[in-house]
């Protein structure tokens, strides 16, 4: 068993005090002591310098509060990224936790999320614009704090929930349905202070967000540029066009993208190298493969690898400025305050600050989903004796072709670097003979004999798919990762593709 720590920054968790101030809440007032007319949030619904996002969000919480709301309730709204990014900060400010919600899928969802949470979850519509949050003067962000003290004191809802939890976060169900992640506000003090020292983030810093903000890649952004008193530039989806225009017209410092992001900014790059001033492009969520990091690096990209979930409250592990001799899977050291163990069956585990207080449950009991602290993860990967993390894929992806195990992104990488393969992607269907009987789904112009010898050429037989389909796309969900179970959904049909080979 392997076991490896960072421990740089060393944040520890503590039990939360009546009338605590929330991350989110600490950040905006010290920038609106300090930073008052620094630029913080610039979105389509509209910009704020430090002092107005401080009053919009003492605002907001004064409206919560209104509703009905105490410390200690939660509080689910289905939203636009900016809408969802001012709620956050309104409930910080009320001290409820927060879900976001996708507004596409929260309806569906609805029943199993209020099931999880033994029906204690209350569902808001997106709140007012500001100037209708509420109709009387509102105090600054220390009066709010007061009135949450008092809350506090006389309330008993606040003793009875956790009050400390921030944020509730529907993970990606990589594996099956998904869940609710409990982050505290310690897990997101944590978290934002860990990325802001590996990825250096500072005042004047502009963040540019694009993915979702119910997606824990998204919302961790608003803390590390709080945290920072940086700017966050929220993007409502991603459009390759918008974020090459913005990346030169906003001065962008920092990035976050998923791997089939990136290719399409590539695209609409046509070659340009980014603007001098962007100085991380952070690429997480799916694995990033060698030929789309060659044709990023060539191009003068400042590709950062990064590991994370929403468990760990996004970032883990993060290589900055990652150069011609990284390999598939690398990710760099853990953030500082982590630490990390290898199990016997591959899986890696997870301890620190930011990792969850666990995943919701009727009782909103801690610990659920974490062994003694360590959360047991998803993915299989190794450390090295530096402390260097390499991700090898999913633990639930493994497939065993002829005997042999085999990871999807091993074949998938190899296959990925032969001329005129543009996206690929593999699963297996059952089989007599093989057990697995791997299956390439291929986006691009390759002809899938020239992709069958490079195969044969590049992989051990077992190793090989056996089948291989071109697709016009693969299927993938909101924020780019491949679609696992839709993979093996067209790989058992075969009728969708344009083309099939057999071999």
Known sequence: MTHVSSSRLRVKSAAPLPGRRSPFVRWLQANEGQHPAALALLSPRGEWRYDELASLAARGGRYLHAQGLAAGDAVAIAAAGSELALAAMAC?????????????????????????????LQRLSPLPDGADLVPAACPPLAAARERTQLTAATDGRFTDAATDLALLIASSGSEGAPKLVMLS??????????????LPLHLGD????????????????????????????????????????????????????????????????QGAPPPSSLRHALIGGAALSRPLFERALASGWPICPSWGMSESTAQAATLPGADGDWQVGEVGHLLSGLQARVAADGRLYLRGAQVMAGYLNP???????????????????????????????????????????????????????CPGVVDVAVTAVLDPVWGDLLVALVVGPAALGALHDWSRQHLVAAKRPRRLLRLEALPRNAIGKVDRRGLRVLAQAGACAHECLNV
Do not use: Y
Not at 95 to 106: E, G, M, N, Q, T
Not at 239 to 253: G, N, P
Not at 368 to 374: I, S
């Open 185 to 198: 506000e310690a897990n997101i003090d944590a978290a934002a202070a860990a990325s802001n020292e590996r």
């Open 92 to 120: 910080a400010a009320a001290r409820v936790a927060f879900l976001p919600l996708d507004p596409l899928l929260a309806e569906a969802a609805w029943p199993r999320l209020q099931a999880l949470a033994g029906g204690r």
């Open 206 to 269: 502009v963040w540019l967000a694009c993915l979702p903000m119910h997606h824990i890649g998204g919302i961790a952004i608003l803390g590390r540029c709080l945290r920072a008193a940086a700017t966050l530039l929220l993007h409502e989806g991603f459009s390759a066009a918008a974020v090459w225009e913005d990346l030169h017209a906003r001065r962008v410092t920092h990035l976050s993208l998923v791997p089939a992001m990136l290719a399409r900014l590539l695209d609409a790059a």
């Open 363 to 417: 009782a909103w009991r801690r610990g659920d989903g974490l062994d003694d602290g360590w959360l047991p993860t998803g993915d299989l990967g190794q450390v090295d004796a530096d402390g260097r993390v390499t991700i090898l894929g999913r633990a639930d992806d493994m497939l065993i072709s002829g005997g042999v195990n085999v990871h999807p992104i091993e074949v998938e990488s190899c296959l990925a670097a």
